[in-house]
Each structure stands twice: as C-alpha cells, then as structure tokens.
C-alpha cells in the first residue's frame, strides 16, 4: 500500500468540485462540504447510472458521455479519486520539480491538480469533450486544449483512459517526458497496461521506472490471473461517504489502481531495490512477499523465530513499497531473511526518489 496519501490538497478542491456538481445535476444546493439531504438521491443515481456504464458494459466510456448529469456524477465520485491515485502514482518514482505538466483525457482535470498541487508547475489538459475542459478550467486549470499539443512536457498524464482507446499504444509513443498511466484496477484494464509496457519497451520507446524495477517482460503476464496493482487508504470527503451509502459502492476506504511509469531515459536501479508485488497473509510460523525485480517475481520468507530489530521492517511492507534488501539466504522456494546477515529497509517515496538516481 502507498501512502499516507494526504487527503489535504485535495480539500482546496471540495467547494467547487460540489457547486459545479450541483449546477451539472440541476441540484437545489445546500451546505458548501457535504451534500443536502434532498439532493443525496439524485445525485447517487447519476452515479449509479455512470459506475454502471463505465464499470459494467462500458457503453459510457466514450468522451460524448462528460456532460451534464453524468460529468457531474463525476465531479462527485470519481474525480477525488483519481485525484489521490495520481497523487500516489507519483510517488512511485523520482518525479521532475516544477513540471510542464500535460494530463492527457483529463476530463475535469484531477490527475493534472494532483500533479501540480505535489510538484508545482503548469498544467495543460487535452481532451475531447468541451465540457469536461470547461470544469477543468472551473477548478483552474489555465490551459485547455482539444487536440494532442506538438511541443514537449516534463511529466504527461494518462488517468483512466487508454482503456477508452482503439489503440493506445499509438497515442503512447506520441508523449513526452515522465509518463504516468493510471488505469483501473481490474483484471482486464491492468493486464492490458502490461501488455503495452511490454510491447513499449521491447521497441525501445522507453524504460520503466514503476511499478516493476525491471526492464525484462513483465513477470505477471506469465500467470493469466495475474496482474500487478497499487492501493492507498483514504478518508474520503463527507459527500463522497453520503454517495457510498446511497449508491452501495465501495470505494470509501480502499483505492486500488494500475500505474506504469515510463521514461525515455531512465537509469538502472541498484540490484537490492524490489518493489513489493504482493503481501499474503501470515502463514503459521512465518511470513513472506512477493518482491519484483530485475530477477523477476520472487517470494522473500522470515520466519517468526528470526524476527529482529535490523529485519523489524519486514512486518511493515505492503503493496507497492520499494524496500532495499541486503544479505539475504536463497532458497528451494525463494529468497529467505536470515537472523544476522539480512537487512530490510523500507524506503519512503524521497528516499527512493535518491536511492534511483
Ligand atoms: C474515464 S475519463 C478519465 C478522466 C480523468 N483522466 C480521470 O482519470 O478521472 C476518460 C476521459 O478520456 C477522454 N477521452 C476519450 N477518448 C479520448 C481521445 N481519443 N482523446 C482525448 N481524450 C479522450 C474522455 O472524454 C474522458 O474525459
């Protein structure tokens, strides 16, 4: 798990994320955080009705749909969220201060405010639908434009959306700088963000630099159920909860998501950094990770009887970490701690943006 993710940068937003919401439902408006008790409903329906086309057939996951009852249906239930998954996104790797910042299918503009909220900087949001880019422009984002611009960015954005595309690849290779992808954790979303990485890197477009530290095909792939995901614990806003129990939808404790972080030029990282790919429960006895690295997908094992001050890190690892692992014992059934030889060090987002150069 990434985090904390604060919740804080995002508050700035909350008051006009919900009037321009009110105005796109046609609600009658109440107090300036929280939704009034005769607005719950409709609201929670639009929502419904979104969740249901984006989520369920994927009828509504064309640009034509960010309008009216629906874009604020959105404003309301997936904008904050895609607001902290960019945020922890880009904690996964060192990301460039003070960025040109294109967020691409922006819609209303989350990912590109998470961005410049963490790092500063401009944005530009590129999307088709007008409205979107009008609400975008609404929470202040300068810059809107509906064609893919020519010049060059620090750090381009892609939240949600190359699932929308007929072939994202294509759109891909025409992005510059830092290139973060967001897309939903499912099965067949996060599988299909594997495939492009591996497809993009075996042409030589880029290098990886999250979620995996490797550049070889992506271990996962090899199993079909497998794919590779990220989730942060969040506290939501008060009107994002009234949602969550009118609507039945879980999304008001847990977030999960797909990142892929692409640079054209990236360096090789250190051989004891992992990045952490799974935490199973507990067996009898021990406990083990699954850890991804140049090596592959590897599980790392300490037994309870070898838990000590210098491998005490070992119980705090969760999905998404990158933790620094020295002196470790290899074994039939992967890589083992061992008392007194092994090192465990989690490493925070700033630590692991120095330790990857
Ligand atoms: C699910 S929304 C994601 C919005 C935002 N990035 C987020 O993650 O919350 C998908 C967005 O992609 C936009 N979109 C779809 N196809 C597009 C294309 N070919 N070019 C640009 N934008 C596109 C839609 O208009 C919509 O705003």
Redesign the pocket.
């Known amino acids: 798990m990434i985090g904390p993710v604060s919740v804080r940068g995002m508050q700035r937003h909350l008051p006009i994320l919900l009037a321009r919401a009110r105005t796109l439902l046609g609600l009658k408006g109440g107090p300036p955080q929280e939704l009034a008790k005769s607005e719950v409903r409709r609201a929670a329906d639009a929502v419904l009705r979104l969740h249901a086309g984006?989520v369920g057939d994927r009828a509504l996951a064309?640009?034509e749909t960010?309008q009216g009852e629906l874009l604020g249906a959105y404003l309301l239930w997936?904008?904050p969220q895609?607001y902290l998954k960019t945020q922890a996104a880009l904690r996964l790797a060192p990301m460039p201060r003070a960025p040109r910042i294109l967020d691409?299918?922006?819609?209303p503009a989350?990912?590109a405010l998470a961005a410049r909220d963490l790092l500063g900087g401009e944005a530009t949001c590129?999307?088709?639908?007008a409205p979107?880019l009008a609400e975008a422009r609404a929470l202040g984002v300068q810059r809107t434009v509906r064609e893919l611009p020519a010049e060059a960015f620090d750090l381009t954005l892609a939240?949600?959306?190359l699932s929308?595309?007929k072939d994202p690849a294509a759109l891909v290779r025409k992005l510059t700088g830092t290139i973060v992808l967001i897309e939903p954790a499912l099965r067949e979303t996060g599988r299909a963000l594997l495939q492009l990485r591996d497809a993009l890197l075996a042409e030589g477009f880029a290098r990886a630099l999250a979620p995996c530290l490797t550049q070889k095909p992506c271990p996962a792939l090899a199993a079909p159920k497998d794919w590779c995901t990220a989730e942060l614990r969040w506290t939501p806003p008060r009107f994002f909860l009234q949602l969550a129990e009118a609507t039945g939808l879980r999304a008001d404790e847990m977030l999960s998501f797909a990142p892929l972080i692409l640079a054209r030029q990236a360096p090789v990282p250190p051989r004891d950094l992992w990045r952490v790919v799974g935490v199973p429960l507990p067996e009898k006895g021990k406990k083990r990770v699954w850890v991804c690295s140049d090596e592959g997908r590897v599980a790392v094992g300490r037994l309870d009887k070898h838990a000590s001050a210098e491998n005490a890190q070992f119980d705090t690892l969760h999905r998404g970490d990158l933790v620094q692992l020295t002196g470790l014992e290899r074994r039939g059934d992967g890589l083992r701690v061992v008392p007194g030889a092994s090192g465990v060090q989690r490493l925070e987002p700033s630590d692991a943006g120095e330790r990857l150069p």
């Open positions: 984006l064309r640009p960010y997936w904008w895609t691409v299918g922006s819609g989350p990912a590129f999307d088709l639908s979107a939240a949600n959306v929308e595309l």
